[in-house]
């Protein structure tokens, strides 16, 4: 056990040592070994989904009454809306004024379902009145919605958040309040954003081992240049998916994306590599579900060393407190961290000056994380997390570019996947 020890400790130094050397690369087992790795990693999960079913809120006996959006289709979004109007009109029509019931979606109306791994909306409601100065506005834009909403109903089209805002800038004023609303109008129809056909530019983009059509024509992602293909924003464009990968790779960074890109990762270790070029939009959590559900495969995810890599990553895996009503839909189960983690700062000899300090913001995000119930439930990050806000230094998936700008794809990545380190 002791020479074992110490060949280890005499490997490190000799790669301490040898400038010409590139870190940790003499560790590395031919690729042949790596993939025979990620084929197990695979088969287990594909065996773990034909075996288990999966659970929704109707399974569970929770304490508190939750609300989640169905899937609906055009038709049954227009009549939710002409109902709603309906009876508006008749609350006018009786003397009574009029106020829309809005679930609410602040951080007390949330809750966290370990059985789900993701977070949920509870039931409670706030009435928006038209006769009250402090919400005389909002309800107006929410009329206003619902009437843009039943148009694109009525002629079976598709805008973008930013077409919808532009209907009518005096009354929205900001794009953030005809984007809020719009998730209102959501929750109170109790359909996903995306039936309401207002959709996000494209911002997503994926490349590597997967064909897919794309409103009837077929995309093969192997073939589209270092850029990829952009995610389509309506991800009912979206069928026939088909793959030969062995994994999936979230990236956080555009930089680091284009990196892999480049190299063509996907092509030593078959595995697709998708990006939302960092916080995650609506599109790019839709289809990575997606991906993760029809073709069955391990999400390995790799982020910035720092709280808000490992906020996007709980975006993706247990869903947004801002969207929470819609969590069944948006969020990937069983997202695997991969990197870059603050533990592997020191294990990979992270240069100092490659290190940044944590601001008083980080540290108090990092803090605030650990009170999160998701973090609580993985020990693993609980541990990484602690040690981050202990040592006050973060670092981006960059800062691997010290030992080379193909370190990431060369080095640290095929590592990570031989030595299976990932949480």
């Known amino acids: 056990m002791a020479d074992k020890k110490n060949k280890k400790r005499a490997l490190d130094d000799e790669d301490d040592d040898d400038p010409q050397h590139v870190p940790f690369k003499r560790r590395l087992k031919p690729d042949q070994s790596i993939l025979k790795t990620l084929q197990t990693l695979t088969k287990s999960v594909q065996s773990a989904s034909a075996s288990s079913k999966t659970l929704t809120l109707s399974d569970l006996s929770l304490s508190s009454s939750c609300r989640e959006v169905s899937d609906l289709d055009l038709s049954s979004v227009q009549s939710s809306i002409e109902r709603l109007v309906i009876r508006t009109a008749l609350s006018i029509l009786s003397n009574q004024g009029f106020a829309f019931d809005v679930p609410l979606r602040t951080s007390a109306n949330q809750l966290y379902v370990p059985e789900l791994d993701r977070i949920v909306l509870k039931d409670k409601t706030s009435s928006r009145p038209f006769a009250s100065l402090s919400s005389v506005r909002k309800t107006t834009i929410t009329a206003r919605i619902l009437q843009l909403v039943h148009q694109l109903c009525l002629k079976s089209i598709h805008v973008t958040k930013r077409d919808l805002f532009y209907t009518d800038v005096k009354l929205f004023q900001d794009q953030a309040q005809s984007d809020a609303v719009l998730d209102d109008v959501a929750c109170m129809i109790g359909c996903t954003r995306s039936n309401l056909n207002v959709v996000a530019a494209e911002k997503g983009v994926v490349v590597g081992r997967l064909v897919f059509s794309d409103n009837g024509d077929m995309i093969d992602c192997t073939k589209m240049g270092m850029g990829g293909k952009a995610i389509p924003p309506n991800i009912d464009r979206v069928g026939d998916m088909t793959s030969d990968a062995l994994f999936i790779l979230l990236v956080e960074k555009d930089a680091a994306y284009m990196r892999l890109a480049e190299d063509r990762f996907y092509n030593r270790f078959p595995c697709i590599i998708v990006t939302a070029k960092g916080q995650p939009d609506v599109a790019t959590r839709l289809f990575l579900r997606k991906m993760k559900m029809e073709l069955k495969l391990p999400v390995l995810a790799l982020v910035d060393s ?23 839909n948006l969020t990937t189960p069983d997202i695997k961290w991969l990197g870059v983690r603050p533990s592997d700062l020191d294990k990979y000899k992270i240069p100092e000056q490659c290190r940044l300090p944590m601001t008083e913001q980080d540290i108090k995000t990092g803090k605030d994380l650990l009170e999160e119930d998701f973090v609580k439930k993985n020990p693993g990050w609980v541990e990484e997390l602690s040690l981050m806000v202990k040592t006050k230094q973060k670092a981006e998936i960059q800062a691997l570019s010290t030992f080379g700008f193909q370190y990431l794809s060369e080095v640290y990545l095929p590592l990570k996947l031989q030595e299976q380190d990932w949480l």
Request: aromatic share 14%; net charge neutral; glycine share 14%.
């Open 306 to 328: 720092d709280p808000y890599g490992l906020k996007i990553l709980s975006v993706y895996g247990c869903g947004s407190k801002n969207m929470s009503y819609d969590s069944a």
